[in-house]
């Protein structure tokens, strides 16, 4: 079976050329087939994938989120009220399992959101956020990528 972001990408494409019934239709099925909600109003950029084909999955109405990020199981990324007051997420953010993001936060670009955290207030590009709630713990900068490709 194919990622939820295929059937959403299919939605979004029926809800942009404002084709009644259908981009439900799907959203209905990324329900049952992944137990998530990925809605066809959200604008989610190419490249953007969901880990475990989106299972349990939660983004709300509205919500937009860069190109290239990973959305790891469990993640909900909710906001106060539809449309109005929901996250913004940069271009290549990686997700953590189970992580939330909650409100009008804005996410800049790179980011790491680790495993379980509560994002509750805006994380500046580059940062690495961790914890309950989330508190910036290190930077994307300071990674040495050859130490880490070493350990694989």
């Known amino acids: 079976m194919p990622n939820a972001i295929f059937f959403y990408r299919i939605a979004r494409w029926f809800y942009l050329k404002k084709v009644p019934l259908i981009p439900s239709l799907f959203q209905l099925l990324i329900f049952l087939a992944y137990n998530s909600k990925v ?3 959200a604008d989610i950029g190419q490249g953007t994938f969901l880990i475990c084909k989106g299972i349990a999955t939660v983004i709300i109405d509205g919500a937009k989120i860069g190109t290239g990020c990973r959305i790891g199981i469990g993640v909900r990324i909710i906001g106060k009220g539809p449309y109005k007051n929901v996250p913004h997420i940069g ?35 580059g940062a690495i956020v961790g914890g309950v709630p989330a508190r910036i713990i290190g930077r994307t900068d300071q990674l040495d990528y050859d130490i880490l490709a070493n350990q694989a």
């Open 91 to 125: 271009n290549q953010v990686l997700m953590g399992a189970g992580s939330v993001i909650v409100g009008p936060v804005i996410i800049g670009d790179n980011v790491i959101i680790a495993p379980n955290a509560v994002v509750t207030k805006s994380v500046p590009a």
């Open 39 to 41: 809605p066809p109003t």
